[in-house]
């Protein structure tokens, strides 16, 4: 393949990607105005793909549901978040207190779309994001620390309990219009998972 062929199918690629992503923007974005109007379960296909002035067809070859439509869009949150705490592991910062204060922080600036998500009566979408980031989370601070690994079954407990902890402090706070600062609820998570550090094998 000569190099104007290769650059012209870069560039196509580019252009591709660059509309699947656009075409995923109008359609989350249409998803929470309409979760605004009216409730979730009462959102059709049709009105979707009418707000966002997409065809049906472009809608399922970026979405299999509705349901996932909305998944992508916490996916959107938890990847920012997930990015920002990727980079203080890799420099070195690994802070228990600050990644608490930060997830916190994430959650005060999203509060609106994401009361909206649970009001959409699907926890098991926040819950099993969660449990997946905690997961992904903690392999890299082990990675990053070299601490002796830990039997998979009690490392996937952990999990559960780190994640169903934050999961219920962060739902509440959000449904309650966070009658406490990030700083205070960050400090409440901090001190309730604390004991996690100290789980030993055997």
Request: hydrophobic fraction near 40%; aromatic fraction near 10%; charge should be positive.
């Amino acid at each position: 393949m000569s190099i104007n062929s290769r650059t012209a199918t870069s560039s196509s690629n580019q252009s591709n990607d660059l509309r699947a992503r656009r075409t995923r923007k109008w359609l989350q974005d249409a998803l929470i105005e309409l979760m605004k109007e009216k409730p979730f379960q009462d959102i059709q296909i049709k009105e979707l793909t009418a707000r966002a002035q997409v065809s049906r067809p472009a809608f399922y070859l970026h979405f299999v549901s509705k349901e996932d439509l909305l998944l992508s869009h916490v996916d959107v949150i938890f990847d920012e978040f997930h990015t920002e705490i990727s980079r203080e592991i890799a420099r070195g910062n690994i802070d228990r207190k600050r990644f608490s204060l930060m997830l916190f922080q994430y959650w005060e600036r999203y509060a609106e779309t994401l009361r909206m998500v649970i009001q959409a009566e699907n926890p098991d979408i926040l819950l099993e994001r969660l449990k997946e980031y905690v997961g992904v989370i903690m392999k890299e601070i082990a990675a990053k620390t070299r601490k002796p690994p830990i039997d998979p079954r009690l490392q996937e407990l952990i999990i559960g309990y780190v994640a169903g902890g934050a999961y219920v402090l962060l739902t509440q706070w959000i449904s309650n219009k966070m009658p406490f600062s990030a700083e205070q609820m960050a400090r409440l998570f901090y001190d309730l998972t604390a004991p996690c550090e100290t789980i030993k094998i055997g």
